[in-house]
């Protein structure tokens, strides 16, 4: 795979190299490289902090000092949401030429999906914790906002990068990978979330667009991942090598089923507010019906790629951002859990959603860890030696 070709400018040498304390970004040539290489999936950052937080309170279990805890944590995402977006800003300025091809990579073009569901993850949090900081009405409009962006964006990307993969990328029989499933996910986060504002929208018309929006959202996103995640099971069987930095975004494919159990049962619960009998009554039941079968196979992937890293990790797994490939698609299998818990009231259920957040919490805190590490030393903000096969 080719990688983004390099545009830096020229002259800077270790002589000229700025020199900063305790050995702080010394991978690079100079500080300004920060905002040289710059793609989309840093953003996958903010998704797995947020979810963190908002899967917490789904959670139907209580635990003394989790809200509070995972306000902070929500706070942690904001401040990320806005510092990275600053910095993306100074990339695009600074960088246009290399900002633009990411759309022309193969691997860091799918990525384009994680900052419209970094926008709507904080948005649910907002709303969600928020709220008890900043009021009611504040966290409403700023969640209305980053709902209404991260829709716009994920419906956007969810045509314009397959498009692109299918017109302009030069995919090799063994390039399928679950990096391709970023792009047509975000409208499933747009239905889950979606959701959460039906009791706040109008009654009438407007609430009613809204949850036929939020299924019709749903369904974009079920399908298309259907039909990629056969293509990944099918490159897993028959291509059984592969980049190890790549390995990770196996995970990848718990999110759309996460998702889609949470979305279901969200929008279950709230059709009530705006569809008319049996169909209010379908959308409960449907809920269930799906949810129960989507969870099972979420658990069985999570089994398989929980299998598929410990063999990569006995032969060397590098650390890369595609580690948070590990945080927002496990949270969103807390989510779904954690709603069917909800509805059916089973105990098996409310434990699994508990031993869930438990791996996410030691997931999230070790890939912070390793991030806030490559930070510091600068490395992450050069481009991945790895490249994947196209």
């Known amino acids: ?40 999936n840093w953003y996958a950052s903010v998704m797995g902090t947020g979810i963190v937080a908002n899967a917490a309170v789904t959670l139907p279990v209580h635990v003394t000092g989790l809200r509070p805890a995972a306000t902070l944590v929500w706070l942690l995402a904001a401040a990320l949401l806005v510092a990275l977006t600053a910095a993306w800003a100074v990339h695009w300025r600074r960088h246009p030429t290399r900002a633009r091809a990411h759309a022309d990579h193969p691997v860091t073009a799918h990525f384009w999906g994680a900052p419209a569901m970094a926008l709507m993850t904080v948005g649910a949090g907002t709303l969600t914790l928020g709220r008890h900081w900043i ?17 716009v964006l994920g419906l956007v990307t969810s045509v314009w990068i397959p498009y692109r993969a299918m017109t302009r990328h030069s995919v090799a029989p063994d390039g399928a990978f679950g990096g391709w ?4 996910v975000p ?33 974009i996103s079920v399908f298309a991942a259907l039909i990629i995640t056969v293509q990944i099971w099918s490159r897993l069987v028959h291509h059984t090598s592969q980049p190890a930095a790549l390995v990770p975004t196996v995970w990848i494919v718990l999110g759309p089923l996460g998702q889609s159990v949470t979305a279901a049962n969200a ?9 008319p009998r049996p169909y209010a009554t379908g959308a409960e039941v449907f809920g269930l019906l799906y949810g129960l079968p989507a969870w099972g196979f979420a658990m069985m992937w999570l089994a398989l790629a929980a299998a ?11 650390f890369s951002l595609t580690w948070w490939s590990f945080t927002f698609p496990v949270g969103t299998c807390v989510t779904g859990t954690s709603a069917l ?32 590490r490559g930070c510091a030393r600068g490395g992450l903000f050069l481009p991945p030696p790895l490249t994947a096969s196209t």
């Open 135 to 151: 009021g009611l009405p504040t966290a409403l409009a700023v969640d209305t906002v980053l709902w209404l962006s991260g829709t």
């Open 308 to 318: 598929l890293t410990a063999r990569t990790v006995r032969a060397g797994l590098p």
């Open 187 to 219: 409208p499933m986060v747009s239905a889950a979330n979606g959701a959460l504002l039906v009791p706040y929208a109008a009654a009438g018309q407007l609430r009613l667009t809204l949850v036929l929006a939020c299924y019709a959202m749903f369904g």
């Open 1 to 40: 795979m080719p990688p983004i070709p390099d545009t830096a400018a020229p002259g800077v040498s270790a002589a000229t190299r700025p020199r900063l304390p305790f050995g702080l970004l010394r991978d690079l040539r100079h500080p300004a490289q920060i905002f040289e290489h710059l793609g989309p």
């Open 267 to 275: 929008l279950g619960s709230v059709a009530p507010l705006a569809l």
């Open 341 to 372: 818990a909800m509805r059916t009231g089973s105990a098996a259920l409310q434990g699994a959603s508990a031993v869930l957040y438990v791996f996410l919490v030691v997931s999230w805190c070790t890939v912070a860890v390793r991030t806030v």
């Open 181 to 184: 499933l970023m792009p047509v």
